[in-house]
């Protein structure tokens, strides 16, 4: 197996009150560089009305996301709702903000891109099948693409501003997760079992890797290295400058699929399974350091901050564990399943429910 890549330096996005795409960074590493309150208060909690698969981001001062009903939704911070757009086809792909639009892929096979502050619709794009996953942003000087993929086995790229195709790039099977950007590269993997990596300027793969088994999820990008899961839950880590495996494990009790994205950096790599367990694994050499076990399945991704993991779980559990040992710190019941990932900015938090909720946490003082 021969592995070419381009390298060049990864930059961090997102601002201090920002979240602006699917896992907080391009990289998709779910990391966040602010610590959480110990003891978390529920804020507000507001009520779409419909059931949700999606995960939110945020964008000044104002969080978006899907539903099964089709709508895209905009919240304000204090729990206003601000805005509802109707695509008619669920929505269960986290959306992504960059600089005035909101980009949103549904079931109906159509990414969207929406005014994020009026909620008027600018460009529809339109593929061959549905589109699940979040979509990304690439920037090259100045340029700069909108990447995507779809059950119509291609990845896609348009232009932000226009919706016009710039490339695409056929699978061969589903594209499901969202593509993570690293530097000049596209990475991302389908259920054709293979990552792929690809120029943004151009869409030329540049080198695959055949797992040879569903990839379900998508990889995050962390110092040079790719994390991702198959859906024989096995775990791996792929050194993008050394060109090579760095290692493959077992994540999972019994075999089960990995669904959620891993959260990687600082010294670890959190995943959680459909085995009920999340599980944290030394980022250099892959060994098992903790398994923490809920009462339902994980197939939410969690976002691990400077000293701790946060996360939910289909028993309808937010949990906030200590990073080091994967004590349990604090935990609340939602009243509904959680397969969110949430949003970590400065002094707080968001998560929704299942059932349509969009929580708010943080400190009352």
Not at 8 to 21: E, F, K, L, M, R
Not at 52 to 59: G, H, Q, R, Y
Not at 113 to 129: E, F
Not at 286 to 303: D, E, L
Request: proline share 4%; charged share 20%.
């Amino acid at each position: 197996m021969i592995l070419i890549f381009i390298i060049t330096a990864s930059i961090t996005h997102g601002q201090i009150n920002d979240w602006p795409v699917f896992r907080g960074k391009r990289s998709l590493s779910g990391i966040s560089d602010y610590e959480i309150v110990q003891k978390p208060a529920l804020l507000w909690s507001v009520s779409t009305g419909a059931r949700t698969k999606s995960s939110p981001v945020l964008s000044d001062g104002t969080l978006f996301f899907g539903n099964d009903k089709g709508t895209i939704i905009a919240v304000s911070t204090n729990g206003k709702i601000k805005w509802r757009f109707e695509t008619g086809s669920p929505t269960e792909a986290p959306p992504l903000i960059y600089e005035k639009l909101l980009f949103s892929g549904s079931s109906d096979g159509n990414m969207r891109a929406i005014d994020k502050s009026t909620g008027k619709l600018i460009w529809t794009y339109k593929t061959d099948n549905k589109i699940a996953g979040s979509a990304n942003i690439w920037e090259s000087g100045s340029k700069s693409g909108l990447v995507f993929g779809s059950y119509d086995y291609f990845l896609h790229c348009t232009d932000p501003a226009t919706g016009k195709l710039l490339w695409k790039l056929e699978t061969q099977n589903y594209v499901n997760g969202a593509p993570s950007i690293f530097g000049s590269s596209v990475v991302f993997g389908g259920c054709d079992g293979i990552i792929r990596i690809a120029d943004c300027v151009s869409g030329r793969e540049t080198d695959t890797i055949n797992i040879g088994v569903y990839i379900a999820s998508s990889p995050a990008i962390s110092a040079g290295m790719a994390y991702f899961g198959d859906y024989d839950g096995e775990l791996y880590c792929v050194d993008l400058k050394q060109r090579k495996v760095e290692w493959q494990v077992t994540a999972t009790e019994n075999a089960g699929p990995v669904i959620a994205i891993p959260a990687a950096g600082n010294n670890f790599v959190i995943i959680g399974n459909d085995d009920k367990y999340m599980y944290c694994f030394n980022i250099n050499t892959g060994k098992q350091i903790w398994k923490f076990r809920t009462n339902g399945q994980i197939i939410g991704s969690a976002v691990m901050t400077p000293t701790r993991v946060l996360f939910g779980s289909t028993d309808g559990n937010i949990y906030l564990l200590n990073l080091s040992d994967g004590k349990k710190i604090w935990n609340f019941n939602a009243g509904a399943s959680i397969g969110s990932s949430p949003v970590v900015i400065k002094d707080r938090f968001y998560f929704l429910t299942e059932d349509g909720r969009l929580l708010a946490f943080g400190s009352k003082k």
